[in-house]
T-cell receptor
Framework: GNSVTQMEGPVTLSEEAFLTINCTYTATGYPSLFWYVQYPGEGLQLLLKATKADDKGSNKGFEATYRKETTSFHLEKGSVQVSDSAVYFCAPHYGGSQGNLIFGKGTKLSVKP | KAGVTQTPRYLIKTRGQQVTLSCSPISGHRSVSWYQQTPGQGLQFLFEYFSETQRNKGNFPGRFSGRQFSNSRSEMNVSTLELGDSALYLC?????????????FGNGTRLTVT
């Protein structure tokens, strides 16, 4: 079946450090790719998305590029802030039903001042 | 536009009891799905409703059930509660179920079973 592998956390960085969170998915079908973020005490919210190969999603300084050849969608940010501390989820969506949206295990990011 | 609203935010129940959680989706959204989130298992899909019909169901026992009303509001019911049902239950709505439709999540209901 479809699956997604996400970098395990927790990840602890100092403010202004560079962030990469790796994500790879199974190549069955042609999913759209999402990153969701969950701040403490809240539900998930969409961070960015890409719907076809070579698309780059971006939001709040975060970026991720849809790499079909490597089935990857790595999340990057050049300079993290304390307010970026949250749990990040990679989620390929294979369409047809929300049950076909597969969530990674989540990567907890803590940014220290 | 109001977001996804889940009620209540917190619940404490005893083993063997039953519980009903409520979710009001974003206006115009017809798809509502439910997820269970625990530290050990992460986010697990429970079921999805679209236009009052269950479209898909995850691997949960029959004690977990749901329904959707004509105004797209949804309820989830868990009967004969077990300690392992303690979790954050998240509801999400979307405009459609196409592969590029993002989910909009509520803040969840934190259920504690004692």
């Amino acid at each position: 079946g479809n699956s997604v592998t996400q970098m395990e956390g927790p990840v602890t960085l100092s403010e202004e450090a560079f962030l990469t969170i790796n994500c790879t998915y199974t190549a069955t079908g042609y999913p759209s790719l999402f990153w969701y973020v969950q701040y403490p005490g809240e539900g998930l919210q969409l961070l960015l998305k890409a719907t076809k190969a070579d698309d780059k999603g971006s939001n709040k300084g975060f970026e991720a590029t849809y790499r079909k050849e490597t089935t990857s969608f790595h999340l990057e940010k050049g300079s993290v802030q304390v307010s970026d501390s949250a749990v990040y989820f990679c989620a390929p969506h294979y369409g047809g039903s929300q049950g076909n949206l597969i969530f990674g295990k989540g990567t907890k990011l803590s940014v220290k001042p | 536009k109001a977001g996804v609203t889940q009620t209540p935010r917190y619940l404490i129940k005893t083993r063997g009891q039953q519980v009903t959680l409520s979710c009001s989706p974003i206006s115009g959204h017809r798809s509502v799905s439910w997820y269970q989130q625990t530290p050990g298992q992460g986010l697990q899909f429970l079921f999805e409703y679209f236009s009052e019909t269950q479209r898909n169901k995850g691997n949960f026992p029959g004690r977990f059930s749901g329904r959707q009303f004509s105004n797209s509001r949804s309820e989830m019911n868990v009967s004969t509660l077990e300690l392992g049902d303690s979790a954050l239950y998240l509801c999400a709505s979307s405009l459609a179920t196409f592969r590029d439709s993002p989910l909009h999540f509520g803040n969840g209901t934190r259920l504690t079973v004692t």
